[in-house]
């Protein structure tokens, strides 16, 4: 027997300026629990077998014997791969047209309205093709990786069809992401209302999907899902087995909160409309606020109440909303800045809101999000002298390298 086969494939990152974490092993985190990251100077961390074996300061390093990979840590700081709980990432061709029109006073809603916005995009989309599909969804998962991201949700909904609402999820899990039924996005033009969509969508696509997704997501807003409409599709994906989620309160406050609240889902996101009530019944529930900021900038929208929500005590994770029309932005480091900046949160609540609290969303915090023995072997290695530059560099190329299940996946 070699060495590597007794001791298991091991790789050590070792003389790292630092390795920071959110503390304690609970989750979800909220309140003052946000904000506890515990920060170790002059750390190592090694995995084994795809796992994290132990993590600590290197004067405390046991050398493992036999055969290690190595990863030389020296000007780099070590934070948990990180989790992106809500993207729209299997889409195919963009709306930079749109952009630039909205760049010169168009609004999103009047695209919407327009045939165009989410629509178009299924135009593209279904016109893609399984292998299409496929392709540019491997694409857009490679731009997340390089970004630090090691656990991504990626949505369907823009299928809006059986065949491509399933390629698209079909597609997610042979990705490695974790599939959302996003089926309740928009309706599509084969049907004149959004209730003899849900009278076709909800018996004819939903059990396939429930076959293959982890979680169910619905548009409440107007123009797309009522609260009524919201709750017949949501009652019918948990009888399936299905989590519970919802775009709720993105333009204005249509109920999506509440019926979240009520329904006890997994998480409501956006919230850039929710005001003090919303926050109130956020901070009284186990719902998961996931906030989109970057999707917030990119339609000039003002920002959800993160600070109040955190303050009130709601569980807050941190997003990028990755799609063609509202945030074409794969970077959750690019969402950390804007934490700080927009949202007001620290960089030890930005971090948490996007390891453990996004991993809680995803039914995955056992284990994701954390550098400790036995979670997964997921680390960023930031190309920084302090673990705070993921924040502080805006939009800086602060990503160095990624390790994905004990192996590196991307190296610049
Ligand atoms: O989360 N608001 C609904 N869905 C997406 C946008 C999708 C699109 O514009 O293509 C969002 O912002
Ligand atoms: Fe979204």
Known sequence: ?????????????????????????????????????????????????????????MRDLVAPDGEVEELDGRGLCAIPGLVDCHTHACFAGDRVEEFALRAAGASYEELHAAGGGILSTVRATRGAGEDGIRRELRRHREWMLRAGT??????????????????????????????????????????????????????????????????????????????????????????????????????????????????????????????????????????????????????????PPARQLVDAGAVVALATDFNPGSAFCESLPVVASLACTQLHLSPAEALTAMTVNAAHVLARADRKGRLAPGYDGDVVLLDAPDWRHLAYHLAGDVVAAVVQGGKTAWRR
Request: glycine share 10%.
């Open 1 to 57: 027997m070699t060495d590597a086969a007794a001791g298991g494939r091991r790789l050590l990152i070792h003389d790292l300026e630092q390795l920071a974490t959110p503390a304690g092993s609970g989750s979800p985190l909220r309140g003052r629990d946000l904000g506890a990251v515990d920060v170790v100077e002059g750390a190592y961390v090694l995995c084994r077998d795809g796992r994290i074996e132990a993590v600590g300061r």
């Open 150 to 303: 090691t656990t991504f949700e990626a949505k369907s909904g823009y299928g809006l069809d059986h065949q491509t609402e399933l390629a698209s999820l079909h597609a997610i899990r042979d990705e490695g992401g974790v599939p959302t039924f996003l089926g309740a996005h928009a309706v599509p033009p084969e049907f004149d209302s959004a209730d003899s969509y849900l009278d076709w969508l909800v018996p004819e696509v939903l059990p396939d999907a429930a076959e293959l997704a982890e979680a169910a997501d619905v548009f409440v807003e107007q123009g797309a899902f009522d609260v009524d409409q919201a709750r017949r599709y949501l009652s019918e994906a948990r009888r399936r087995g299905l989590e519970l989620r919802l775009h709720a309160d993105q333009f204005t406050e249509a109920g999506g909160l509440q019926l979240g609240v009520q329904l006890r889902a997994r998480s409501v996101d956006h919230l850039e409309a929710t005001g003090e009530h919303g926050v109130r019944a956020l901070g009284e529930s186990d719902v998961c606020a996931v906030l989109l900021p970057a999707s917030a900038l990119f339609l000039d929208r003002p920002m």
